[in-house]
């Protein structure tokens, strides 16, 4: 995202006018001719060291159908200002087909753990690199989040994990938080994800603080995007840590790839259940 390099903080917030900084482009005839975004290009790339070739597959088909061109996410207003911490924007995305393996919870029933999805301490894109900070896992999915609505959302599409993972950069400058649902089916994540795009404004994850401090406020500026991976819907939370607005030299797409690495997990389950759902 770009924006006029912040000096100090002003007590204004101001509006942004458009998406994320656009990403490096990824060299190669191919990727082009596939008619995909220089993001879409990068997103491949991450996506082709996962788990071989089968998990390159996979992100390739899930990137075509995931990711926008050209996209301004909506800011909230003055009226929706509320006390909680939640983003200023927010985009969400349904689960593409690719995902169908693992549409239901009972074609993948092992229940998911935190060294499983935060199994390392780093996680890398680059120039940034992040540093796992506090982990959670609630079995109560309400107790993840805050707002009435998304909790009783979260209890009627089934919800019986929700992991939480908060980062912050190795040079201090950014903050992020990844949160991973695990519900009934499709269906449900989808309406999850896209239900937020309206609803972000009164609902959302619970910061999950570290040493009595919270990485982010209700104050500071914060982007937050939702994807639904099967019957997973994971949140993805990124900003500064001095909450500032993101200037020229903020690269928040490499940020949002970075927290994101986390995902190579559910591209495993897909792999993992799709010779059985092949052969049946």
Known sequence: MNAPSPQAPTPSRRRRRGSSRTAQPVEGGRLRELGLSRLQQRLLVIGGSVVGVIVTAVVLAF??????????????????????????????????????????????????????????????????????????????????????????????????????????????????????????DTAAANELVQSLTAGYRGGWPQPLGQGGRAPFSSSGYSEGSGNAMGHYAALVWIGRADGADPGEKDDFVSLSLAVRGVERAVFRRVVAVKPAASSS
């Open 63 to 184: 990137v075509i159908s995931a990711v926008g061109n050209d996209f301004v996410p909506e800011r909230a207003t003055a009226a929706a200002i509320v006390t909680q911490p939640r983003p200023d924007t927010y985009k969400g995305w349904n689960s593409p087909k690719l995902f169908a393996p693992i549409e239901r919870n009972t074609a993948d029933p092992a229940p998911l753990t935190l060294k499983e999805i935060f199994p390392v301490r780093t996680l890398k894109e680059g120039a940034i690199t992040l540093k796992l900070g506090a982990t959670k896992l609630d079995a109560t999915c309400s107790a993840a989040v805050w707002g009435r609505e998304l909790a009783d959302q979260l209890t009627r599409s089934g919800c019986t994990q929700a992991l939480r993972g908060t980062y912050t950069s190795a040079d201090g400058r950014y903050v992020a938080q990844y949160t991973l649902f695990n519900l009934r």
